[in-house]
């Protein structure tokens, strides 16, 4: 039984592994709020062009493009995706001319995993007991950084307190921590770890006294035993400084040599600095380790050396007296939002469009892994075009079950500027609106992690933090769920010149909760157009008021207003989530939308992006049966009410229904007491489909569907351009004018395939893993499901002589960043295996074997050509290097590219894919070089001519391409795989492995029937073991 939980924090991963007696992570997601962005070339009238930033701060744009690159790179290379998160770039001086804007910038990051149950509690810690750290060693990094967190107004302070706070990361000692606490899990009953915690804020000085703080047991830590990365750390920062990839546990004596043998094999740095006293005291001595003897002279620990820190736990974590705040109250009086007389809808329609909290989140999503561990269910894109609009992220939490974890973010800032009360209701609520779309347990179970970043020291601040705090419990208890943890930074304002500038108040809500079933779950595409039918838009929308204070339409004509939208129906709420989420497991929905930045407007309009398809929507009887009391007055001054209603932020979602089941639906709503309105159909495919909307005898919209895609997705093409190379960038946004659905084929029957394997006798295969790889364990799960016998493998054990190839009968090299792809992917693996005496003969042998095969995705892709597996490099010669025949070089967008590409299977030699040659299927790739090229022209010539293309990207019509993004990295040809001419070796970057189960797709053609649950990659794994077993 495993226990689903989720941790937000800058150092997520290790918060995930030190719950109980470990975690393991399975998801992330992230988030970012900045300034103005001021994009060259691309000027926003609701930007100041004007405001000036601190000579120490990166600028908005440089913040929002770094900060998301650092965040995907250390995700990517550690192996865990990013499904969801939100965007918003801010920055406006209100009616007094105070300057409110994140100048002080936030970077959210949150994570989520899985427990076993039985490792929930802790073991309290007795005397005897080892203090161990595995992970990183000791760098002068982090110091101070909790201090400098809970500064009043960063920029006052001396500037080397923050530039010393700042932290470094090492993704590839994360993955080789990870794998640790993993292997200590996987032991059950027999887990050495018999307590565990993530080194944070602190440092040592923290995590060591945390360890040894229950019956305040007391312990005596070694400085002597510390990992050093650099000699010259003395015992102050040794003890502060919050260097990461860290974590402290607890194990008993009996168990150090088994902790010890699996940080060796996985090649993580472990130390036994301390030992358990049970005195009450946390000694730090210099010199060292002496356990026993530490015992022995607890009363006099002097002998051993010197002692920089000595206190008893009841004066540092026992009882605390509690701190009384008063707070002040600052009234401020509000400016109505102004409309002008003569309001230009396509105009607005354009404004709004362009803000970073209602455009395309492309720019981030396409640089991020979002399908590593193969557990993913939904991450952030639908459609056929795979576009940015998912109001929910999905996992699995095994690759053998339909039981999975769902989360949701919530985050309304900028209506906190005119009440924070109302924020934080907005927030729990919209949180709320996005996870209605996938089947919980109940929405009991639903629990919750609150995020807080506020300038809470500057005055009136605290108050309107309590206020906000206070709603947000009081909204939770409407809704019985619960906000269980989260974190805090009160530093949220930034010294510009001699004006102090808040960062609008900002709480991050973040929902969990454990789904049944995976495959219960709806998506905002529009999907009628695809499958025939005619289909009904309808819309559920909770207060019944239309206010527009701190909406994107307010901003986008540089206002804040003074009401914005709250959620004071939260018993309406509840029956809207109960019934929506009935008529999903139903079947009865198609698709549905939260309504949230923009409005109602921009919620429709992204269904449509979505789906590429029309719509055609009339308000006149909706406006008709609204309340004109509850339309915000400044609509109401210009004589077009429907613009409040269009692009008011109101809690409330729009939902997809067959036509033949209208009547139905709505009568279920309404019998349920939860308000709704039938919008109109839609209407057409592709995108020169047009979206209508009418009130009366006016045409609001009337436009097609690329035309204001292209508007959405302009923003994220301007930040593009400057990530990436710009002509991919200008490729892919022109790509708009033409992109159609793709069409997906597969050659054989599915369900003849999957129930005709038997698994009739064994057969051995290892999965070859150099340190940095993160795939395995998804190809593993394929492998299985073929029924292999699969051996885990590291190199560490071929090296050691702890297994031989001779063993197997497959091998296989999974996808990742070996050596973080250090000098090139791949290369540090390949040096490895060619420059071991050991080794190469074992590889060279196992290749010229005929009885055996191999596979290599990705960075085993990578690896296979760099060794000659698909070329001719012989690894026996080791002074002389030949160049290979084939090299996988980095992508022509210059950058990582996680897409979700269509494949078309070659006519190949290869044992793996014979039966699905000439099918055309979807599938993941992730990766930052992965453009083949040949050594010369015969080569390639010879590669196709002897039948050694394996798969190639296609374009939407199923013809092989270079353009990109259908081909996301410039390979010529399209070629995307390539095997051996025997055929049993096979080289490829996408990943099937990743999308051998149907829930692992995120878009399948309507037409493309399957009715397994496995999909039609598993039947390469499924042949290779027939193959092995004739």
Avoid at 291 to 309: H, Q, T, V, W, Y
Avoid at 497 to 523: H, Q
Avoid at 850 to 879: K, P, T, Y
Wanted: charged share 20%.
């Amino acid at each position: 039984m495993f226990v689903v939980l989720i941790i937000y924090y800058i150092s997520l991963f290790r918060d995930v592994q030190g719950v109980g007696r470990g975690g393991l992570p399975i998801a992330g997601t992230a988030g970012y709020c900045v300034g103005c962005l001021n994009i060259p070339g691309y000027t926003q009238t609701y930007e100041n062009n004007d405001f000036e930033y601190p000579s120490s701060f990166a600028k908005p744009l440089k913040v929002l493009i770094e900060a998301s690159n650092g965040a995907s790179d250390y995700g990517n290379k550690f192996g865990e995706p990013v499904i969801a998160g939100f965007a918003i770039s801010y920055g406006l001086e209100n009616r007094v001319g105070e300057r409110q804007e994140y100048v002080k910038p936030i970077m959210f990051s949150g994570g989520m995993g899985i427990m076993d149950s039985t490792m929930r509690q802790k073991v309290n810690p007795k005397r005897g007991m080892l203090l161990v750290k595995i992970g990183g060693p000791v760098y002068r990094i982090g110091v101070g950084g909790g201090a400098a967190s809970s500064v009043e107004v960063q920029g006052y302070s001396n500037s080397d307190v923050d530039f010393n706070a700042v932290q470094r990361g090492d993704a590839e000692m994360e993955n080789k921590l990870n794998r640790v606490v993993r292997a200590c899990i996987e032991m059950g009953d027999k887990n050495p770890i018999l307590a565990i915690h993530d080194q944070g804020a602190g440092g040592n000085g923290n995590v060591l006294k945390e360890l040894v703080e229950p019956g305040f047991a007391g312990a005596v830590i070694f400085s002597k035993e510390f990992q050093l990365g650099d000699p010259t750390i003395n015992a102050l920062e040794l003890w502060g400084a919050e260097y990461q990839e860290n974590n402290a546990l607890i194990c008993k004596p009996e168990h150090r040599k088994i902790l010890e043998d699996i940080c060796s094999r996985e090649r993580c740095p472990i130390s036994f600095v301390g030992v358990v006293t049970g005195n009450g005291r946390v000694t730090l001595v210099e010199s060292q380790a002496d356990f026993e003897r530490a015992l022995e002279l607890e009363d006099n620990l002097s002998l051993l050396g010197a002692i920089p820190f000595d206190l008893e736990l009841k004066h540092v974590l026992g009882d605390m007296p509690q701190r009384e705040y008063k707070l002040d109250r600052i009234s401020e009086k509000l400016k109505p939002l102004s409309l002008n007389s003569d309001f230009n809808n396509s105009e607005c329609l354009k404004t709004v469009l362009s803000q970073l909290s209602v455009g395309s989140k492309r720019f981030l999503t396409n640089k991020v892994d979002r399908c590593v561990t193969g557990l993913v269910a939904q991450q952030q894109c639908v459609g056929p075009l795979h576009t940015p609009l998912a109001d929910y992220g999905l996992t699995a939490i095994s690759y053998f079950g339909k039981e999975g974890i769902a989360t949701s973010i919530g985050t309304q800032p900028i209506k906190g500027i005119l009440s924070s009360s109302a924020m934080a209701r907005m927030c729990v609520a919209e949180a709320i609106s996005n996870l209605v779309f996938v089947k919980i347990t109940e929405l009991a179970d639903v629990k919750c992690s609150g995020n807080w970043m506020w300038p809470a020291k500057l005055p009136g601040e605290g108050a309107r933090l309590y206020d906000a705090c206070k709603e947000m419990c009081q909204m939770m208890k409407e809704l019985h769920i619960a906000v269980d943890g989260g974190k805090d930074s009160l530093s949220m304002a930034a010294k510009v010149n001699d004006e102090t500038v808040k960062s609008p108040g900002t709480l991050v809500i973040s929902t969990y909760v454990p789904c049944p079933d995976i495959t219960v779950k709806i998506t905002p595409d529009l999907k009628g157009p695809s499958l025939g039918e005619q289909t009904a838009l309808v819309w559920i929308n909770i207060e019944g008021k239309f206010r527009l204070g701190g909406s994107a339409l307010a901003l986008a004509f540089s206002q804040q207003g003074d009401e914005c939208p709250t959620v004071l129906q939260s018993d309406i709420l509840v029956k809207a989530f109960t019934t929506t989420q009935n008529l999903i497991q139903q079947g009865k929905l198609l698709a549905g939308h939260d309504i949230s930045d923009g409005g109602l407007i921009i919620c429709l309009l992204e269904m449509a992006f979505g789906g590429l398809c029309g719509f055609q929507i009339d308000l006149t009887n909706v406006m008709k049966i609204l309340n004109i009391a509850h339309i915000d007055k400044a609509a109401k001054l210009i004589g077009k009410p429907e613009v409040a209603v269009l692009y008011a932020e109101e809690c409330g979602w729009v939902i997809e229904v067959p036509m033949k089941l209208l009547s139905e639906v709505q009568n279920i709503y309404t019998n349920n007491g939860v308000p709704n309105y039938y919008l109109g159909s839609t209407s057409g495919l592709g995108l020169n489909s047009t979206l209508i909307i009418k009130c009366h005898s006016e045409t609001i919209l009337h436009n097609d569907v690329k035309t204001l895609f292209k508007q959405w997705e302009r923003t994220s093409f301007e930040i593009e351009k400057l990530q990436s190379n710009p002509d991919c960038a200008l490729e892919e946004y022109n790509s708009l004018n033409y992109r159609s659905a793709p069409k997906y084929y597969c050659s054989l029957d599915l369900n003849t395939e999957i129930s005709a394997l038997r698994a009739t006798k064994v057969v051995s295969v290892a999965v070859i893993r150099e340190e940095g790889v993160n795939s395995d364990r998804e190809i593993m799960a394929s492998l299985i499901k073929a029924n292999f016998e699969v051996h885990d493998v590291t190199m560490s054990d071929l090296l050691c002589g702890r297994t031989y190839l001779d063993r197997y009968r497959g091998i296989i090299f999974p996808g990742g960043f070996s050596y973080a792809d250090t000098l090139g992917s791949a290369k540090g693996w390949a040096a490895n295996i060619m420059f071991s005496d050991l080794l190469s003969s074992q590889f060279e042998a196992f290749k010229r074997r005929q009885d055996v095969f191999s596979l290599g995705v990705c960075n085993g892709c990578q690896l296979m050509a760099l060794i000659g597996w698909v070329g001719n490099v012989s690894m026996l010669n080791r002074h002389v290097i030949d160049v290979p025949e084939v090299a996988v070089l980095h992508n022509k967008s210059e950058r990582f590219e996680c897409r979700w590409t269509t494949i078309r299977v070659e006519d190949s030699n290869s044992i793996m894919l014979n039966k699905l040659k000439g099918s055309i299927l979807g599938c993941w790739i992730s990766h930052g070089e992965g453009r083949f090229s040949f050594r010369t022209t015969e080569v390639l010539n010879s590669l196709k001519s002897n039948r050694c293309v394996a798969i190639k990207y296609v374009d939407d019509k199923g013809n092989a391409t270079e353009a990109y993004p259908m081909n996301p990295n410039g390979s010529v040809d399209g070629i995307a795989g390539l095997c051996s001419e025997d055929g049993r070796h096979l080289a490829l970057m996408p990943h099937p492995e990743r999308c051998t189960a149907m829930f692992q797709w995120p878009y399948v053609p309507a037409d493309f029937k399957i009715n397994s649950v496995e999909s039609p990659w598993q039947i390469m794994f499924n042949s290779a073991y027939e193959w092995c077993t004739k």
